[in-house]
């Protein structure tokens, strides 16, 4: 539990996203973060510094991102929004983990972290 609050492998925020490193885009599939994530966790301390602990990071970085710009996008053009979060929406790593564990292993290479965000969202706040 300690190991995984030290690594902040995953911290996201959908609400602050921040400036997302160039090569970050969002399109790394399920099956392939999560190798990367449970990797990590595997080498417990000695993950600190690995250039996939950035690499995660942006990939969730990127996806929030692009979340964030189509529920603003929607919203400014009078759409109906894809989901409905609070304006201080907040997701621990945990979380965005367990939920792409929910993926059956045989659609992970073909899901996307991006497509991940815009399911985990809109299943935790759907719009009324």
Same mark, same amino acid.
């Given at each position: $539990?300690?190991?995984?609050?030290?690594?902040?492998?995953?911290?996201?925020?959908?609400?602050?996203?921040?400036?997302?490193?160039?090569?970050?885009?969002?399109? $790394?599939?399920? #099956?392939?973060?999560?190798?990367? *994530?449970?990797?990590?966790?595997?080498?417990?301390?000695?993950? /600190?510094?690995?250039?996939? /602990?950035?690499?995660?990071?942006?990939?969730?970085? *990127?996806?929030? *991102?692009?979340?964030? %710009?189509?529920?603003?996008?929607?919203?400014?053009?009078?759409?109906?929004?894809?989901?409905?979060?609070?304006?201080?929406?907040? $997701?621990?790593?945990? *979380?965005?983990?367990?939920?792409?564990?929910?993926?059956? %292993? #045989?659609?992970?290479?073909?899901?996307?972290?991006?497509? #991940?965000?815009?399911?985990? $969202?809109?299943?935790?706040?759907?719009?009324?």
């Amino acid at each position: $539990m300690a190991l995984r609050k030290s690594l902040l492998v995953l911290g996201l925020t959908v609400s602050a996203v921040t400036v997302t490193p160039a090569w970050a885009s969002g399109d $790394m599939s399920v #099956a392939t973060f999560l190798a990367k *994530a449970d990797s990590l966790k595997a080498k417990g301390l000695g993950a /600190i510094g690995s250039p996939d /602990i950035k690499l995660l990071y942006g990939e969730a970085q *990127a996806a929030g *991102a692009e979340y964030k %710009a189509k529920i603003e996008a929607d919203r400014k053009a009078g759409r109906e929004p894809h989901s409905c979060p609070p304006s201080k929406a907040k $997701m621990d790593s945990n *979380a965005f983990l367990s939920h792409l564990r929910s993926y059956p %292993a #045989a659609v992970r290479p073909k899901t996307t972290i991006t497509t #991940a965000m815009f399911d985990v $969202m809109k299943k935790r706040y759907p719009c009324p």
